[in-house]
C-alpha cells in the first residue's frame, strides 16, 4: 500500500509546487518584464503620487468632471454586520446588484437617472452605459457617446468652449483592441486628467 500513496504524495506535491508556485512566479516575471506598468495596476500618477488606476473607476461627483457609469459596490455597514451600504467602485467587493430585469428597485433606480441625467441634457438620448452598472462594479470607461452626452454639463460647470471638451473627448477616445475587439471607449479618469490639464 505505502507503494501506491508514495507515488501519488510525491506527484501531489510537485504539481503543488509547480502550478502553485512556480507558474504563477514565472507568469508575474514574464509580465513584469513585457509588460510592467500593467503588471503593477495599470497606476496613474499625477506630481509623483498615485491617484488611480487606469483598470479601477472613480466616482466624481463634480458638475466640472465626467462621471462613469453607475457602480453597485457595496461595503459592510460599520454599524450593523449583517447590512451593507453603497461603496461605489469598492475594489474589495467587485460585483453587480443581482438585480433582474423585473426587480422594482432597478426599475426605480434606472428612472431616477435617466430623469436627472434627461434634465442636465433634455436634447440628447441617454446612453445607456450612463444608466446600467457593469457586471463588475469597477468599470472605468464609458462610451464616447457618454462622454458626448456629458459635455454640456461640463462645459457650463467649467465655463469652457463645448467644441474645446469633444475635442478632449475624440483625442482620450481608444479604438477597438486590434481593430476587432471590445467597443470604442473613454477611460475617465485619464479624460478628467486631461480635462485639468486643458483648463489650466
Known amino acids: 500500500m505505502l507503494r501506491e500513496i508514495r507515488p501519488a504524495i510525491v506527484l501531489l506535491l510537485a504539481l503543488t509546487l509547480i502550478t502553485g508556485l512556480g507558474y504563477p512566479l514565472a507568469m508575474t516575471g514574464i509580465a513584469g518584464i513585457l509588460l510592467p506598468r500593467q503588471a503593477q495596476g495599470s497606476l496613474i500618477e499625477r506630481d509623483g503620487k498615485v491617484i488611480g488606476s487606469a483598470l479601477i473607476g472613480q466616482e466624481f461627483k463634480s458638475e466640472g468632471y465626467f462621471h462613469g457609469r453607475p457602480s453597485a459596490t457595496t461595503a459592510p455597514d460599520p454599524n450593523d454586520a449583517t447590512k451593507t451600504l ?6 474589495a467587493n467587485s460585483g ?3 438585480l433582474g430585469p423585473t426587480s422594482k428597485a432597478l426599475a426605480d433606480r434606472v428612472k431616477e437617472d435617466v430623469d436627472k441625467l434627461k434634465a442636465e441634457n433634455p436634447n440628447s438620448a441617454v446612453p445607456q452605459d450612463l444608466v446600467t452598472t ?3 462594479g469597477l468599470d472605468p470607461d464609458i462610451s464616447p457617446e457618454a ?3 456629458q459635455v454640456p454639463r461640463v462645459a457650463k460647470a467649467r465655463n469652457m468652449p463645448e467644441e474645446r ?3 478632449l473627448v475624440a483625442q482620450n477616445t481608444k479604438t477597438r483592441y486590434a481593430a476587432l475587439l471590445g467597443e470604442p471607449r473613454v477611460n475617465v479618469l485619464e479624460l478628467n486628467l486631461a480635462l485639468d490639464a486643458a483648463a489650466k
Open 147 to 149: 462622454a458626448l452626452f
Open 96 to 98: 453587480g446588484s443581482n
Open 86 to 91: 453603497p461603496s461605489p467602485y469598492n475594489a
Open 165 to 167: 471638451l469633444r475635442e
Open 134 to 136: 457593469s457586471a463588475s
